[in-house]
């Protein structure tokens, strides 16, 4: 798993909620709701961690996105 400067990486346990949170976060991007800079609190909210977890998340998101996106195609 590749490493950040910006954060932890995500336990492997954890997979099942990043893909989760992540379809969450396209679904946001898609309905234009917030500026994806912005997406925390939802995330907060939507899945009940903790800001620090939720921007873990949102993080590893943004640098995978591009990626995520390419495969999708």
Do not use: C
């Not at 609190?41 to 800001?51: A, D, E, R």
Request: hydrophobic share 35%; net charge positive.
């Amino acid at each position: 798993m590749r490493q950040s400067k910006f954060h932890r990486d995500i336990p492997n346990d954890t997979k099942v909620m990043e893909n989760t949170v992540f379809v969450f976060l396209d679904e946001l991007r898609e309905s234009g709701k917030t500026n994806m800079f912005g997406a925390v609190p939802f995330i907060v909210k939507k899945f009940n961690i903790t800001k620090y977890d939720a921007q873990r998340h949102l993080i590893k998101w943004m640098e995978t996105f591009e990626k995520r996106r390419e495969k999708s195609r």
